[in-house]
């Protein structure tokens, strides 16, 4: 069982004991009361669950992130100041280095209720970065993009529902303009390479977008069509396929440097188990991956066959690799990241470049989900990324934060818009559960979309990971 399951398993034994006493609290004031008044009080609970407990998130907020930064990283020294980030020394700053800074928050009462954050001002664009309600420990905030305004001593921190304590800790990242190198960006399903990097392959010299699955199962909303269940996988399949080979191209990535491997949807565990084994679609009814590479311009090995075996994926991407030779390859990090797809799209890629003639210079690693926390990043449609919860100091990481600019964020919005995963409304729950929020904890929905993942990923940062730099 893995660690996002173990912690999803006490989040819900936790809410069954909490439901248990909630309905004897009811029943106790129904029989001493009045009959009426558990009728008034399970709505006026319910709705408060749904604005202020409703999030997935399987740790305290008094929990300190816990991180290990290397040792040869730059600390430069700085100071808050009547609320001014000062630094001890002038630094050398050109304007795209990662900036962290760790912080002690305390949250006030209405923090409680609403979202606590940092505000950063003085910069060319104020910033607004948002944490766990109640939160009251060390976390970390992303200053990259502020660098003129900390070396002015200009920029200004202050607490929306929250205080800074004591004196906060900075890092400084100094790393090469990715951009004016080769860049392949490995997905394990299509929106992947998107809600990850698309600021990045965007501008990069020469960029190539690789897409594993088909991402074909969980197709309710095809069947709401009225087509069976197979069918509607496969016109998922079909339909998400052409999007990943497609919507690349929005931003410029030639045709010829799409690529939809095919391979079925939560089967890449399977696959890698019994490397020479297929593992057919679990809800599809297919066992030949060609019907998603049709619309690929490139001959690869998995097309003579089309057997979903791990032996064919690696076949594929050792292709895909001698052919596109990139600088760089941008790959989910199962550091932290608990998606089963995105862990074998990892280790996927490591065995394939095992004794291959070409070998990046740079990994770098990205988090599209994680263990800990399902609304990370927090806070609204625009802002910047924090780092998010770690709790094992254990392996040193080394962030690599990328800015964009309000068209660049908007050129990302609408990509994500052309995903048809992405289109569907939400369920009628969940659609409920974000108006409660809105009205009751001042949570705001995103202008790009209904998805989620229009406020999660449309934001002045991508924050990836270096893990792995010659």
Not at 194 to 216: H, I, M, P
């Amino acid at each position: 069982m893995s660690r996002k399951q173990q912690l999803l398993k006490r989040h819900r034994r936790n809410k069954r004991i909490a439901l248990l006493l909630g309905l004897l609290v009811l029943i106790a004031a129904g029989v001493l009361v009045a009959w009426w008044l558990p009728l008034i009080l399970a709505v006026v609970v319910w709705a408060a669950h749904e604005a202020w407990f409703a999030d997935h998130l399987f740790y305290l907020p008094s929990d300190d992130y816990q991180y290990a930064f290397a040792a040869s990283s730059e600390q430069p020294g700085v100071r808050l100041d009547a609320g001014r980030l000062v630094l001890d020394s002038p630094v050398e700053l050109a304007g795209d280095e990662t900036l962290i800074l760790g912080v002690q928050l305390k949250s006030h009462w209405l923090g409680r209720f609403f979202d606590p954050a940092v505000e950063l001002l003085g910069a060319q664009t104020p910033d607004r970065q948002v944490f766990e309600r109640g939160v009251a420990g060390v976390r970390y905030l992303n200053l990259t993009g502020s660098a003129e305004a900390l070396a002015s001593g200009t920029l200004r921190l202050r607490g929306r529902f929250c205080r800074l304590k004591g004196q906060p800790t900075l890092w400084l990242f100094r790393q090469p303009d990715y951009r004016r190198q080769r860049v392949m960006v490995i997905a394990p399903h299509a929106d992947d390479a998107e809600l990850a990097a698309f600021s990045l392959y965007s501008q990069a010299d020469e960029s190539w977008v690789v897409t594993l699955t088909a991402g074909e199962i969980e197709a309710q909303h095809y069947q709401q069509m009225g087509l069976p269940k197979a069918d509607a996988a496969r016109i998922k399949g079909r339909l998400r396929a052409w999007d990943s080979v497609t919507v690349p191209r929005w931003a410029g990535v030639p045709e010829a440097h799409c690529v939809q491997l095919g391979y079925f949807c939560m089967q890449l565990s399977a696959m890698q188990a019994a490397p020479d084994q297929p593992q057919d679609s679990r809800e599809a009814q297919l066992d030949d991956t060609r019907l998603f590479r049709q619309f690929n311009s490139l001959a690869l090995p998995g097309d003579v066959d089309g057997a979903p075996t791990w032996s064919n994926l690696i076949a594929d991407l050792r292709a895909l690799l001698l052919k596109a030779r990139p600088e760089v390859i941008v790959l989910p990090t199962p550091l932290l990241d608990p998606h089963p797809d995105h862990i074998c799209a990892h280790a996927a890629i490591l065995e394939a470049l095992q004794g291959l003639a070409w070998q990046p210079t740079t990994l770098l690693g990205y988090a599209n989900h994680l263990h800990d926390n399902d609304r990370w990043p927090m806070g609204d449609s625009g802002a910047g990324v924090a780092l998010p919860p770690r709790f094992d100091s254990a392996l040193e990481l080394v962030p690599c934060s990328l800015q964009l600019t309000l068209s660049q964020q908007q050129d990302k919005a609408m990509a994500l818009g052309m995903m048809h995963d992405l289109q569907p409304r939400a369920p009628f729950k969940r659609r409920l559960r974000r108006l409660l929020q809105q009205m009751l904890a001042g949570r705001g929905p995103s202008p790009y979309g209904e998805n989620e993942f229009f406020r999660k990923a449309v934001r002045r940062h991508e924050l990836l990971w270096v893990l792995k730099q010659d």
